[in-house]
Nanobody, 113 residues
Framework: QGQLAESGGGLVQAGGSLRLSCAAS????????LGWYRQAPGKQRELVAG???????NYADSVKGRFTISRDNAKNTVYLQMNSLRPEDTAVYYC???????WGQGTQVTVSA
């Protein structure tokens, strides 16, 4: 059974950076569209960034210019580089193989003012 596992979350001050990783086991990611989602307390889960198998990317307006999604197919891993973090970026971040039920367990990102 395939699994996705996120890492890299933590506590950071506003203006700081974090890099999230999502490593897959038992699943080959290279042919799939991958996404990073987040869910803040009391809010619905939202798509933050996506990347196709061909490397095309898309971002939520709230993170454009600050976050970068990338993939390393050799490592079977997708990344989310988050710069200029804001308190409103605080959430649990999840990776997903888009259009499937493959989700990671989530990693907490907390940005202090």
């Amino acid at each position: 059974q395939g699994q996705l596992a996120e890492s890299g979350g933590g506590l950071v001050q506003a203006g700081g950076s974090l890099r999230l990783s999502c490593a897959a086991s038992g699943i080959m990611l290279r042919l799939n569209t991958l996404g990073w989602y987040r869910q803040a307390p009391g809010k619905q889960r939202e798509l933050v960034a996506g990347i196709t198998s061909g490397g095309n990317t898309n971002y939520a307006d709230s993170v454009k210019g600050r976050f970068t999604i990338s993939r390393d197919n050799a490592k079977n891993t997708v990344y989310l580089q988050m710069n200029s973090l804001r308190p409103e970026d605080t959430a649990v971040y999840y990776c997903r193989i888009v259009m499937t039920n493959y989700w990671g367990q989530g990693t907490q990102v907390t940005v202090s003012a």
